[in-house]
């Protein structure tokens, strides 16, 4: 594309979407971003464009249509399997520059944040990386940031015409949220951490009526540097924490028994009828738990339709992570515990006096 020019804003128009798939399987992030990318695609009055990458792939071409996409972009070809920095980045650049989208959003999963920024450079244009919150609209924006933060809105200048992209992250630790916008160059770019954004319900009509383009992109053997030789699986069960209805996490607190403490939540999680265990980030540095059990700023980000809260403090990055569940019950010593601020339900107690009770009541009913 030799006219391509990041700077000539007014070329650009839609919203594309990075639909990341393994092994024939979409990623939940892929149409949380769709969810969020059909409002933005909205509020733009432009399409939302789905980007589906792979060999074989032909089957998922639909599902993005039943998240809210007008058209799916499909580029099928046996080098895409399996993922190749540099052949994903080759190809996703190449659309780029042909279909010229002034949005495009891919999730902040480890395969994301390893495409991300290359695309960015190879398109001369800004990434926002990890973002939480995006906005179009600047009412919409304003009444997030009333919600979100203490700024005075009164304050200041507003331009409610502008339509450029208002990503928003995490700063500093978690002490500040940081609005980044990219207002020179496109498209705007964004990575997305998983879980943070509400998935639309599946539309099976939508997807059944969605627009499929394939595309043909020149991809040679010699364009990938990097060889895969082997693919080697975790065999450890991975706990899915993003995708579960009940959390009890630990924190802290469980100290003075980690056994007995871990044993309870977990019997706790059964008598939710089948939740997982999550933690603090100081029962993973305590190495309690693995890693992958960690929720909170450097953790996950989940939102559960019950969130246990054990023996955890409730710092700000542990908030982060969880505070958008939709119900919050926590159980804390401390009555001045800065958990019970996001908590629903509050018991200030001994978790191993409390908890036994609510298995008990729990059972009950
Ligand atoms: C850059 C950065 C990123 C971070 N990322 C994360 C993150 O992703 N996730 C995360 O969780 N943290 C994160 N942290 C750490 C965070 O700041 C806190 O240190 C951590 O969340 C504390 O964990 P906790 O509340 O479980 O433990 P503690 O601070 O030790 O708190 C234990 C709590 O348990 C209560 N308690 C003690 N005994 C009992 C009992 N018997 N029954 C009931 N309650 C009891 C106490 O009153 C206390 O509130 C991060 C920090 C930084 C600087």
Same mark, same amino acid.
């Given at each position: 594309?030799?006219?391509?020019?990041?700077?000539?804003?007014?070329?650009?128009?839609? @919203?594309?979407?990075? %639909?990341?798939?393994?092994?024939?399987?979409?990623?939940?992030?892929?149409?949380?971003?769709?969810?969020?990318?059909?409002?933005?695609?909205?509020?733009?009055? #432009?399409?939302?464009? $789905?980007?589906?990458?792979?060999?074989?792939?032909?089957?998922?071409?639909?599902?993005?249509?039943?998240?809210?996409?007008?058209? #799916?972009?499909?580029?099928?070809?046996?080098?895409?399997?399996?993922?190749?920095?540099?052949?994903?980045?080759?190809?996703?650049?190449?659309?780029?520059?042909? *279909?010229?989208?002034?949005?495009?959003?891919?999730?902040? +999963?480890?395969?994301?944040?390893?495409?991300?920024?290359?695309?960015?450079?190879?398109?001369? +244009?800004?990434?926002?990386?990890?973002?939480?919150?995006?906005?179009?609209?600047?009412?919409?924006?304003?009444?997030?940031?009333?919600?979100?933060?203490?700024?005075?809105?009164?304050?200041?200048?507003?331009?409610?015409?502008?339509?450029?992209? *208002?990503?928003?992250?995490?700063?500093?630790?978690?002490?500040?949220?940081?609005?980044?916008?990219?207002?020179?160059?496109?498209?705007?770019?964004? +990575?997305?951490?998983?879980?943070?954004?509400? %998935?639309?319900?599946?539309?099976?009509?939508?997807?059944?009526?969605?627009? #499929?383009?394939?595309?043909?992109?020149?991809?040679?053997?010699?364009?990938?540097?990097?060889?895969?030789?082997?693919? @080697?699986?975790?065999?450890?069960?991975?706990?899915?924490?993003?995708?579960?209805? @009940?959390? @009890?996490?630990?924190?802290?607190?469980?100290?003075?028994?980690?056994?007995?403490?871990?044993?309870?939540?977990?019997?706790?999680?059964?008598?939710?009828?089948?939740?997982?265990?999550?933690?603090?980030?100081?029962?993973?540095?305590?190495?309690?738990?693995?890693?992958?059990?960690?929720?909170?700023?450097?953790?996950?980000?989940?939102?559960?339709?019950?969130?246990?809260?054990?023996?955890?403090?409730?710092?700000?990055?542990?908030?982060?992570?969880?505070?958008?569940?939709?119900?919050?019950?926590?159980?804390?010593?401390?009555?001045?515990?800065?958990?019970?601020?996001?908590?629903?339900?509050?018991?200030? $107690?001994?978790?191993? *006096?409390?908890?036994?009770?609510?298995?008990?009541?729990?059972?009950?009913?």
């Amino acid at each position: 594309m030799s006219n391509y020019d990041c700077r000539d804003i007014q070329a650009f128009s839609g @919203v594309m979407v990075f %639909c990341e798939q393994r092994e024939g399987v979409m990623n939940q992030t892929s149409f949380e971003l769709l969810s969020e990318g059909r409002k933005l695609a909205d509020d733009l009055g #432009v399409d939302l464009w $789905g980007l589906l990458l792979g060999s074989g792939v032909e089957e998922l071409a639909k599902q993005p249509g039943g998240y809210g996409a007008d058209k #799916v972009f499909v580029v099928d070809d046996p080098l895409l399997e399996p993922y190749t920095t540099d052949a994903y980045t080759k190809v996703i650049t190449e659309v780029v520059k042909e *279909k010229r989208p002034e949005i495009l959003l891919i999730g902040a +999963t480890n395969l994301g944040r390893d495409l991300g920024p290359r695309i960015a450079a190879r398109l001369h +244009t800004g990434l926002t990386a990890d973002a939480t919150h995006l906005d179009i609209d600047t009412k919409k924006y304003m009444d997030f940031l009333a919600e979100a933060s203490n700024l005075d809105l009164t304050k200041g200048k507003w331009n409610m015409e502008d339509k450029g992209l *208002k990503m928003t992250r995490p700063a500093f630790g978690g002490h500040l949220m940081a609005t980044i916008i990219c207002p020179r160059f496109r498209p705007q770019m964004s +990575t997305v951490r998983p879980g943070v954004l509400a %998935c639309a319900e599946f539309d099976a009509a939508k997807a059944e009526t969605v627009t #499929v383009e394939p595309l043909k992109v020149p991809l040679a053997e010699s364009d990938i540097r990097a060889k895969v030789l082997e693919v @080697v699986k975790e065999t450890k069960e991975i706990v899915d924490l993003i995708g579960a209805e @009940v959390i @009890v996490s630990v924190g802290g607190g469980i100290s003075k028994d980690v056994e007995g403490g871990l044993k309870l939540a977990e019997e706790l999680a059964e008598a939710f009828g089948g939740g997982v265990v999550g933690a603090s980030r100081a029962v993973v540095d305590a190495g309690w738990l693995p890693s992958d059990r960690q929720v909170g700023q450097t953790g996950k980000t989940v939102r559960p339709r019950i969130y246990v809260a054990l023996g955890i403090s409730g710092a700000i990055q542990h908030k982060a992570g969880m505070q958008d569940s939709e119900y919050i019950i926590a159980v804390n010593s401390n009555p001045d515990a800065p958990i019970f601020e996001a908590a629903d339900y509050a018991i200030s $107690g001994d978790l191993y *006096k409390v908890v036994p009770l609510m298995i008990e009541a729990l059972k009950e009913v």
